[in-house]
């Protein structure tokens, strides 16, 4: 088996709701995750109640496609 290159040190805090904050390596300040859209409808989320971020799946995708 081949050793371990990397563990990433990161630490996911919630906020309130669907807000929670992703505290990451190499960044200064916290990325904020939340619900937009159809993904709050989805989980029943009022819009007009909660701010709108973006979702842990937004970032997957772009990751994946980086």
């Known amino acids: 088996m081949a050793n371990v290159v990397y ?3 990161s630490r996911i805090v919630r906020e309130r709701g669907p807000i929670r904050r ?3 390596p190499a960044e200064a300040e916290p990325v ?3 619900v937009h859209g ?3 409808r989805h989980y029943g989320v009022p819009e007009d109640v ?3 971020h973006a979702t842990t799946i937004d970032y997957v995708i772009a990751a994946a496609a980086g």
Do not use: D, K, Q, R
């Open 38 to 40: 159809a993904i709050a």
């Open 50 to 52: 909660v701010e709108p």
């Open 7 to 9: 563990v990433s040190l």
């Open 22 to 24: 992703a505290y990451l």
């Open 32 to 34: 904020t995750f939340g």
